[in-house]
């Protein structure tokens, strides 16, 4: 669990320097704006993070030694197993402290997302396909798992139970 993405992603690309098997991934939060022409880049972080979307038509974004610093979605990243994982967890996935539950917010969907039916969807369904989509991204590392979450308690929150388990 990273506090700074850009120390997330560093520790990402140097794992990636091993074999080429490591690569950022995210939900629906981020806008398409590279395809989109609306600037250079789609995903804007604290601390000046930046970061482009996988390249539309990059059949081989997975294992293109140059697609590294761009992300991955669900789309591009279901079905493979990297070495190391790197999940951007949006805005659409939160942790409230006064009720401590993880919750869902379909509001925070990219409007360009045209596929995941989630911003269509009733609250449940949405519910659901918010955190499919989450547990299928951070399973896609075989050895490692990086997080960064966009919402500090949640941030919070998965330390304490990461802290926990390893407590046992």
């Not at 997330?8 to 098997?21: A, C």
């Not at 996988?54 to 070495?83: M, R, Y």
Request: negative net charge.
């Amino acid at each position: 669990m990273f506090d700074d993405p850009n120390e997330f992603r560093n520790v990402l690309r140097e794992k990636n320097k091993i074999n080429n098997k490591a690569r950022m991934v995210a939900g629906y939060c981020y806008d398409w704006n590279v395809k989109n022409n609306r600037g250079e880049f789609d995903i804007f972080l604290e601390n000046d993070f930046k970061a482009r979307w996988n390249l539309d038509g990059d059949d081989i974004w997975a294992i293109n030694p140059k697609s590294f610093e761009e992300v991955g979605c669900i789309h591009t990243a279901q079905g493979l197993e990297f070495d190391y994982v790197g999940v951007i967890i949006g805005k659409d996935l939160r942790f409230d402290e006064d009720s401590g539950r993880v919750i869902t917010d379909k509001t925070k969907i990219s409007t360009d997302d045209k596929s995941s039916g989630i911003s269509s969807s009733d609250e449940i369904t949405a519910e659901r396909l918010i955190k499919n989509t989450y547990k299928t991204l951070l399973t896609r590392g075989q050895k490692g798992c990086y997080v960064y979450c966009e919402d500090k308690p949640l941030r919070e929150h998965i330390k304490k139970i990461i802290e926990t388990s390893y407590d046992k």
